[in-house]
């Protein structure tokens, strides 16, 4: 029961990959304990939408050809999800336009 209040305090705090892992240590102990699935499956869920938020800041910027924040948003995807194809697709293209960029100069 520990693990799960620990837990709730790092939802709380927005901080889900944290409340995450707490939860998976509980599920790992009980694998049917029903508020630790629950409080994971909403983890989950918020950490998907920050993911497609922060994606889709990064998808604007790389349109305003802001190249560098938006690396930077994607980074933030890579972090929460590192294989996240999208993120590392664009971020890789993004690069190339400012390696392209630069060598004008």
Request: hydrophobic share 35%; charged share 30%; proline share 3%.
């Amino acid at each position: 029961e520990r693990l799960v209040l620990k837990a709730k305090i790092e939802y709380n705090r927005g901080n889900f990959l944290n409340a995450i892992d707490e939860l998976d240590m509980v599920i790992k102990r009980d694998p049917r304990h029903p508020e630790a699935l629950e409080l994971r499956e909403n983890c989950q869920n918020r950490l998907n939408e920050q993911i497609d938020d922060y994606f889709n800041r990064g998808i604007q910027l790389y349109t305003e050809e802001q190249y560098e924040a938006a690396i930077n948003m994607w980074e933030i995807v890579l972090r929460i999800n590192p294989n996240h194809q999208g993120a590392l697709d664009y971020k890789s293209k993004a690069s190339e336009r400012l390696e392209a960029l630069q060598s004008l100069l």
